[in-house]
């Protein structure tokens, strides 16, 4: 079974820290992609990553950056962490193509 | 990429079929239909996709008329554990564009 895993599955970190979320897949994936998600907004894409150091930016790519130096791993970067960036974040990937994504478990973050 | 319109929510008891339609009027081509679903503190889980016709697997079936512009998911009997959140995806399968989810369809099934 694919297995996308998330370093933390809660996290609560002050206004202008940085963060880092990492996340490991084991399937040898080409894509991989970082959503936030809020009620009532469902899941907003962040980047997503389709090779090694390739990124591009998704729907909401403010305030945030990525890092994709091992095809296995995906790290969002929240440069200067803000009230407004709490939420739940998802990572997922995926062979060729977008289609099947699998997701890993979720990291709840709030930033106070 | 073309924008899908759900219903926010859908209300079922158990044993019975439901039906979520996703309306893509704008759907292109080489565009694929593809649904997830999510339980609550869990990601997403894709259950199903399609381009045309009928496609049907252990979970669930897509139904696809002929001008693609919408879609139905199917769920036989559902049950109890079936209540989740239901998101329709519309997009290429052939290059690197990522999908766009959308608020999706909020089923309840009740005993």
């Known amino acids: 079974d694919v297995k996308v895993t998330q370093s933390s599955r809660y996290l609560v970190k002050r206004t202008g820290e940085k963060v880092f979320l990492e996340c490991v897949q084991d399937?040898?994936?080409?894509?991989m992609f970082w959503y936030r998600q809020d009620p009532g907004l469902g899941l907003r894409l962040i980047y997503f990553s389709y090779d090694v150091k390739m990124k591009e930016k998704g729907d909401i790519p403010e305030g945030y950056s990525v890092s994709r130096e091992k095809k296995e791993r995906f790290s969002l970067i929240l440069e200067s962490a803000s009230t407004n960036q709490t939420s739940m974040y998802l990572c997922?990937?995926?062979?060729?193509?977008?289609?099947?994504?699998?997701f890993g478990p979720g990291t709840r973050l709030t930033v106070t | 990429l073309a924008k899908t319109t759900q219903p926010i929510s859908m209300d079922s008891y158990e044993g019975q079929e439901v039906n979520i339609t996703c309306s893509h009027n704008?759907?292109?081509?080489?565009?694929?239909i593809t649904w997830y679903q999510q339980f609550p503190s869990q990601g997403p889980r894709f259950i199903i996709q399609?381009?045309?016709t009928k496609v049907t697997n252990e979970v669930a079936s897509l139904f696809i008329p002929a001008d693609r512009k919408s879609s139905t998911l199917s769920l036989p009997r559902v049950s109890l554990s079936d209540t989740a959140v239901y998101y329709c995806?519309?997009?290429?399968?052939?290059?690197?564009?990522?999908?766009?989810f959308g608020s999706g369809t909020r089923l309840q099934v009740q005993p």
């Open positions: 704008n759907i292109a081509t080489n565009d694929y």
């Open positions: 399937m040898d994936h080409e894509n």
């Open positions: 399609g381009y045309k």
């Open positions: 997922a990937s995926s062979s060729q193509g977008p289609y099947e994504q699998y």
């Open positions: 995806l519309v997009g290429d399968n052939m290059g690197r564009r990522a999908l766009t």
